[in-house]
């Protein structure tokens, strides 16, 4: 079974990711969190490791890219693809994206319409970049 994370402090994205997942691919395994608190206990205590872990970039108390760093340090998820799920992203974010060990970026909100293509083609491995 795949099982999916998404930290996201904004309600309703998470409400658009939950649906799209379950709508769109059959997915219904997706935990939401609102917040980064203990982010590392929080993984650890799943029953099933995530095999995607969406992260928005200004969550807190800790960002995108200190959950990432975190995620990057334990073994347990070197399997787990990380994508930065963020509005508003210019070139240069993605290079600091791509430099930090994302797996791919996909811009809020997200495009319905493209959204599974983009999944599967970061389940497969490339590194998927639609922010712009």
């Known amino acids: 079974m795949t099982s999916y994370v998404y930290f996201e402090d904004d309600q309703l994205s998470g409400e658009i990711m939950s649906l799209t997942l379950n709508f769109q691919l059959g997915i219904t395994d997706l935990t939401i969190w609102n917040d980064s608190v ?48 963020t509005a508003g992203v210019t070139g240069d974010e993605v290079d600091q994206l791509q430099m930090a060990g994302f797996d791919g970026a996909i811009g809020k909100p997200i495009e319905i319409a493209t959204f599974p293509e983009v999944l599967a083609r970061i389940m497969r491995g490339e590194r998927v970049w639609q922010c712009m």
Do not use: N, W, Y
């Open 38 to 85: 203990d982010f590392m206990p929080r993984l650890r205590s799943l029953c099933v490791q995530p095999e995607v872990i969406f992260l928005d970039i200004h969550i807190g108390p800790t960002d995108g890219f200190g959950i990432l760093k975190g995620i990057r340090a334990d073994t347990a998820f070197d399997s787990a693809k990380i994508v930065a799920v």
